[in-house]
C-alpha cells in the first residue's frame, strides 16, 4: 500500500499540471462569451465572397443560404448578377421565389441585394438615367418580397464633380421615392469613381435628403480615378484617407461591408486597421449587419470568410 501511494499522487499531479497548462492557453470564459458570443453587430455573408464557387466553379447559387448557415452566418446579402443565368433560364420571379424558399429553409434573414449592371443613376442624360432608375425597380420589389431591408447601388455616370452631383441627386431620388412606398432603403457604397470620394458622396446624399438614401461603407473600394477613366482596372488614384472616408459614411450608414484581403500570423489584416476601423464603427452607434467581404487571393473564399469573420468578433466589443 505505501509503495503505491506515491505512484497515484504523481499521476494525480501529472494530470492538474496538464489541465491547468491546457486552461491557461484557452481564453477565459468571460472573454470567449464577450467576443464571441454577445458582439454590438450582427454577422451577415457577402455573396461576393464566394464568386469564383459560383461563377469559376459552378457551384448552384441558390445554395448560398445553406453555406452561410453552415459557416455560422445569421444573414446574407445577395449580389444580382450572380443569378443572371438562373434569372434568364427560370425567370425573374421564380429566382426570388426560390432564394427566399432557401433562406426560409435555413433560418437565414436575407439583409440586401447588392444591384449592378442596371445602368447608371449618374448618367448625364436624364433619359438614360431614368432608364437606370426602372431597371432598378424590379431590385426594390424582389427585396421587399425576400423581407431585404436595402438595396445597394452604384452611381457611375461620370466623373465630371459638378454633372455628377446633378445626376446622382436626380437618380437617386427618384429611386429613393419608389422605394419608400415599399419600406427599402436605397445604399450608396463607396464603390468606385466619385461614390469614393467620400466628401462628394455625402454632399450629394444630404442633398437628396430622404430618410432612406443611406450608405454602405466599405472597408475597401476607395480608387477614385482608374486609367483610361475605366469603371475597374488599373488605379491611378486613391481617395487619401479610408479610416476618415468611412467615419464620414458612418452617420448615414444602414449597412456595412467589412471588406479583407490577407492576413498576417496573427490574423490582423495586412492592410486595414481593423480595430481602429470597428471601434469607428461602433462609435456611430451603428448595430446592424456587418457583411463579410472577402476579395483575396491567398486563401481559398472559405478560408478568407473564417478569417474575417473571426477577425470582427475579436474586435466586438
Request: hydrophobic share 40%.
Amino acid at each position: 500500500m505505501n509503495s503505491t501511494m506515491p505512484k497515484k499522487i504523481a499521476f494525480y499531479v501529472i494530470i492538474f499540471l496538464f489541465s491547468a497548462i491546457s486552461c491557461k492557453n484557452k481564453p477565459a470564459q468571460n472573454e470567449e462569451i464577450t467576443t464571441a458570443k454577445n458582439p454590438f453587430f450582427k454577422l451577415s455573408l457577402a455573396q461576393w465572397s464566394l464568386h469564383k464557387t459560383f461563377n469559376d466553379e459552378g457551384e448552384d447559387p441558390f445554395k448560398f443560404a445553406k453555406m452561410a448557415k453552415q459557416m455560422g452566418f445569421e444573414g446574407v446579402e445577395y449580389v444580382n448578377h450572380i443569378y443572371a443565368n438562373q434569372i434568364e433560364t427560370l425567370g425573374f420571379d421564380a429566382v426570388i421565389d426560390s432564394l427566399k424558399v432557401e433562406s426560409e429553409k435555413h433560418s437565414i434573414k436575407n439583409v440586401l441585394i447588392m444591384v449592378d449592371g442596371e445602368g447608371d443613376l449618374a448618367d448625364p442624360d436624364e433619359a438614360v438615367r431614368n432608364k437606370a432608375v426602372e431597371n432598378h425597380k424590379k431590385w426594390i420589389d424582389a427585396a421587399k418580397k425576400l423581407g431585404c431591408h436595402a438595396i445597394r447601388v452604384n452611381t457611375f455616370g461620370t466623373n465630371d464633380a459638378d454633372i455628377w452631383k446633378t445626376s446622382v441627386v436626380d437618380g437617386l431620388k427618384k429611386l429613393s421615392a419608389y422605394a419608400a412606398t415599399k419600406n427599402i432603403n436605397v445604399l450608396c457604397e463607396n464603390h468606385g469613381w466619385l461614390s469614393s470620394d467620400v466628401e462628394k458622396l455625402m454632399a450629394a446624399i444630404k442633398e437628396v435628403n430622404m430618410p432612406n438614401c443611406g450608405t454602405l461603407p466599405d472597408f475597401g473600394n476607395w480608387c477614385i480615378k482608374r486609367k483610361d477613366g475605366a469603371k475597374w482596372g488599373e488605379c491611378e488614384e486613391e481617395y487619401p484617407d479610408k479610416y476618415k472616408g468611412i467615419a464620414l459614411m458612418m452617420p448615414a450608414a444602414k449597412a456595412v461591408s467589412a471588406k479583407a484581403y490577407d492576413f498576417d500570423e496573427n490574423g490582423e489584416e495586412t492592410t486595414l486597421d481593423f480595430s481602429r476601423i470597428m471601434k469607428t464603427v461602433k462609435n456611430a452607434g451603428y448595430t446592424g449587419y456587418i457583411g463579410v467581404e472577402y476579395e483575396g487571393k491567398r486563401l481559398s473564399e472559405k478560408e478568407g470568410i473564417i478569417a474575417i469573420k473571426e477577425l470582427l468578433l475579436k474586435n466586438a466589443e
